[in-house]
């Protein structure tokens, strides 16, 4: 594997289900990133790990949980989704002192 | 507060008719610029970082420049394969922030 690699692709999930979405980087780098893409709306930054430490959170609802286990994989765990949390959920890594984020494939979640 | 904003929204050319893109930024002390392209349903790919006005960066037809309110992004003789979403980002250096800003995007699509 090589790059940013995100699991599952595809999510079909109910309002009550718990789920999560995993991102693996193999870049050696030691910052990571979960972004929300919707629709005709700029990526928004949900948080950002940095050696393994949550060094932002943009202000996002507690269904979203993330965990960065260490520097090399992400996940963010969702319940009680809404509706409108449909989106591709995009994860990236980069090095602390290079900004150059590089982006994993995302998962298209659908919240039924 | 930082703002990046893209233009046009969306471009259609003929192969080979060149044209360039705009992304206009107002960000507080800027430690970088970056161009990303993005396929439908598909992460964010990375093109180039720009640091300082006057600085240029070339990638096969693409040719991206900075000054010190805007980027081009310019494409040169453009074929059907670079029919994609461009994406500007900048990074803001003196908030301590570490995520980027994105702008909307323009929508580029080469008919043959």
């Known amino acids: 594997e090589t790059g940013v690699t995100q699991t599952p692709r595809h999510l079909v999930m109910g309002m009550t289900n718990k789920k999560s979405l995993k991102c693996e980087q193999h870049?050696?780098?030691?910052?990571m990133y979960w972004y929300k893409q919707s629709a005709k709306k700029p990526l928004e930054l949900m948080f950002v790990?940095?050696?393994?430490?949550?060094?932002e959170n943009n202000s996002v609802p507690s269904r979203f949980s993330p965990e960065c286990p260490n520097s090399s994989h992400l996940f963010l765990h969702l319940h009680t989704l809404q509706p409108e949390d449909s989106a591709l959920y995009l994860c990236?890594?980069?090095?602390?002192?290079?900004?150059?984020?590089?982006f994993g494939p995302g998962t298209r979640l659908t919240v039924t | 507060e930082d703002q990046v904003t893209q233009s046009p929204e969306a471009l259609r050319l003929q192969e080979g008719e060149s044209s360039s893109l705009n992304c206009s930024y107002t960000?507080?002390?800027?430690?970088?610029l970056f161009w990303y392209r993005q396929d439908p349903g598909k992460g964010p790919e990375f093109l180039f970082t720009?640091?300082?006005a006057g600085e240029e960066k070339e990638k096969e037809r693409l040719k991206a420049t900075l000054t010190k309110k805007e980027s081009f992004l310019h494409i040169t003789a453009p074929k059907p394969e670079d029919s994609a979403t461009y994406l500007c980002?900048?990074?803001?250096?003196?908030?301590?922030?570490?995520?980027?800003?994105f702008g909307s995007g323009t929508r580029l699509q080469v008919q043959p």
């Open positions: 980002a900048v990074h803001p250096g003196d908030t301590g922030r570490r995520a980027l800003t």
């Open positions: 790990y940095s050696l393994e430490e949550r060094v």
């Open positions: 720009l640091y300082s």
């Open positions: 990236a890594s980069s090095q602390m002192d290079m900004y150059e984020q590089y």
């Open positions: 960000v507080s002390g800027l430690r970088g």
């Open positions: 870049l050696g780098h030691n910052a």
